[in-house]
C-alpha cells in the first residue's frame, strides 16, 4: 500500500491514478486478475479488474446472439437523472460499456485461442500467468490507454511446509514468464515504454522449519525490470551471522518506500509526497539509465 497505515483502503498507485488519472478511464489502473489488486485501489477514479482480455463480457440468462447485443450496447446510454443512486449506477454502466468497447478486439476465438498475435513463445501452464502477460503485451501494442497493471504470480509463495519444490515451480513459471514477456515487448518495439516491479508482501525466515518449510519472516525482496532499468542493488545482504534480528528475521537493509518515491518520480514523473506518507524522509535510489 506504500504506508504502514493498516486502516489505509487506497494503495499507493491507486493514490497515484486518483492525481494524475481521468474520470472516463477506467483501464489507467487495470488489475489482469480474478479480484481488484489492493495496490491499484483509488478513492476517486475508476479502475478495472478483468481476468484475461480475451474472456472480458456479461453473461445474462436466457439472452444472446443479437438481442444480448444490442443490450450491452445500450449499457452506455443509461442516465440515472437526479438521482445520486441511479447516477452511480448509470457511471457504472458506461464505464463497464466502454471497457468492453475496448477489450472486443482482444476477445478470444470460438476455440478458446487469442485473436492477437503472439511474436514469442510462453511457458505452457494451466495457470493463467503466461497467458494473461501474452494479452498484456498484446493491449500495449493495441494503444489501449493503460497506465499502471497488476497481476499476481504463479504458485504459492506462503510455504510453510514442502517448501523446496513448491516454491521452485512459482518462481521458475513467474522467471520464464516475464522473460518471454520482456521478449514480446521487445518484438513489438516497446520494450522502452514498460517496466516491471516485482515484489513479495513478505519474506521467510531463515531457519528451517519441522515441515521442510520455512515461516513468515519480516524483510522481503523486490526487482525491477526492463530495458531502461539501472543494474545494481538497493540495501545490501545482511547475512545470517549478523544479520537476524532476536525472532530470526533477516534485518530489512532498504525501505520499500525508498523505492515506491523512485518509481514515482523517476518513471511515472510524480511527486512522491502525496503519495507516499512521509516521503520526505526517504532516499531516493536511481533507478533508471
Not at 445474462?60 to 444480448?68: A, L, M, S
Amino acid at each position: 500500500m506504500g504506508a504502514t497505515d493498516t486502516q489505509l483502503r487506497t494503495g499507493w498507485l491507486g493514490r497515484y491514478l486518483d492525481r494524475t488519472g481521468r474520470d472516463d478511464n477506467p483501464l489507467q489502473g487495470l488489475s489482469l486478475d480474478d479480484r481488484l489488486q489492493p495496490v491499484l485501489a483509488t478513492a476517486k477514479v475508476p479502475v478495472a479488474s478483468v481476468e484475461s482480455p480475451g474472456g472480458y463480457d456479461f453473461w445474462t440468462n436466457g439472452v444472446w446472439g443479437d438481442v444480448q447485443e444490442l443490450m450491452l450496447g445500450a449499457m452506455g446510454s443509461f442516465s440515472g437523472g437526479a438521482d445520486p443512486a441511479a447516477n452511480a449506477a448509470a457511471g457504472a454502466a458506461r464505464q463497464s460499456a466502454r471497457l468492453r468497447t475496448e477489450l472486443r478486439p482482444f476477445a478470444d476465438k470460438e476455440d478458446g485461442s487469442p485473436s492477437y498475435t503472439i511474436p514469442v513463445p510462453y511457458p505452457k501452464s494451466e495457470d493463467g500467468f503466461p497467458s494473461r502477460l501474452a494479452g498484456l503485451a498484446a493491449m500495449i501494442a493495441g494503444g489501449l490507454p493503460l497506465s499502471c497493471v497488476a497481476l499476481s504470480a504463479p504458485g504459492r509463495y506462503d510455504t510453510h511446509a514442502d517448501q523446496p519444490k513448491e516454491l521452485a515451480d512459482g518462481l521458475k513459471l513467474t522467471s520464464d514468464s516475464l522473460l518471454a514477456f520482456q521478449r514480446d515487448l521487445e518484438a513489438r518495439g516497446l520494450a522502452d515504454r514498460v517496466l516491471v516491479h516485482v515484489w513479495s508482501e513478505f519474506g521467510r525466515r531463515a531457519q528451517e522449519n519441522g515441515s521442510s518449510g520455512t515461516d513468515h519472516g519480516a524483510a522481503g525482496v523486490g526487482f525491477v525490470i526492463g530495458s531502461r532499468v539501472r543494474g545494481g542493488m538497493i540495501g545490501e545482504y545482511p547475512g545470517l551471522a549478523t544479520g537476524l534480528d532476536e525472532d530470526g528475521n533477516l534485518k530489512a537493509t532498504a525501505d520499500y518506500r525508498e523505492l515506491y518515491c523512485s518509481l514515482l518520480e523517476q518513471w511515472l514523473g510524480a511527486d512522491a509526497a502525496p503519495i507516499i506518507p512521509g516521503a520526505a524522509s526517504f532516499s531516493r535510489p536511481a533507478l533508471l539509465l
